[in-house]
């Protein structure tokens, strides 16, 4: 089985300084990479995705992922964060060998400060 | 608007008592999913279920039931067994397989939290 492990449990940094989230998965089968933001009392949303093609994703709202095969990563980067991006972020894993099954990441909470 | 309908929001049970959570979804998906939030934990997945009229165990499965006798109907029924059941459970659906791959990410409802008095 796999298992994803997200370095960091909270990250605290100033607005519009960059971060890094990290995320290692433990397989290095062919698997689907996502990343999933959570706002409190609320679900779960996607952030962005890596099924196959280019190994650098992209999400509408500026934060970037790279998927490196030989080191089994996929951080989640932002060159200038805002106080709204403030939230818990999640890293996950569908495991192509076990069609519908994901992993999920202990999460890391990404604190803005003005 | 496609999406996943979770209800109640909040619940509140004495210790001994069944409660029953529930998730409807529109998007048409084959997968569905509960997961269990704790603090510092993630995701735990509880039972998955790909096709109607089946359902898998996940990795915490104990003290919980579920049905899917409806592609889009997958309630969780949090029974008095379950020694800890006070936590965040997010209920998520997915296209399933498509011509042999999952192709689509989990998409969640907003969670009902319950509390255990």
């Known amino acids: 089985a796999q298992s994803v492990t997200q370095l960091d449990s909270q990250v605290p940094v100033f607005e519009e300084a960059p971060v890094e989230l990290r995320c290692n998965y433990s397989s290095s089968v062919s698997v689907y990479l996502f990343w999933y933001v959570q706002y409190p009392n609320q679900g779960l949303q996607l952030l962005l995705k890596y099924l196959s093609g280019s190994t650098l994703v992209e999400s509408i709202n500026g934060f970037e992922a790279e998927f490196n095969k030989s080191q089994t990563s996929f951080h989640l980067r932002k060159p200038s964060v805002h106080i709204s991006d403030t939230a818990e972020y999640f890293c996950a894993v569908s495991d192509l060998s076990n069609f519908n099954k994901f992993y999920f990441g202990s999460g890391t909470k990404l604190n803005v400060k003005p | 608007d496609g999406g996943i309908t979770q209800s109640p929001k909040y619940l509140f049970r004495k210790e001994g008592q069944n409660v029953t959570l529930s998730c409807e979804q529109n998007?048409?998906?084959?997968?569905m999913y509960w997961y269990r939030q704790d603090p510092g934990q993630g995701l735990r997945l509880i039972y998955y279920s790909q096709i109607v009229n089946d359902f898998q165990k996940g990795d915490i499965a104990e003290g919980y039931s579920v049905s899917r006798e409806k592609k889009e109907s997958f309630p969780l029924t949090v029974t008095s067994a379950q020694k800890n059941p006070t936590a965040f459970y997010l209920c998520a659906s997915s296209p399933g397989l498509a011509g042999g791959a999952n192709t689509g990410e989990l998409f969640f409802g907003e969670g009902s939290r319950l509390t255990v008095l």
């Open positions: 998007l048409n998906h084959d997968a």
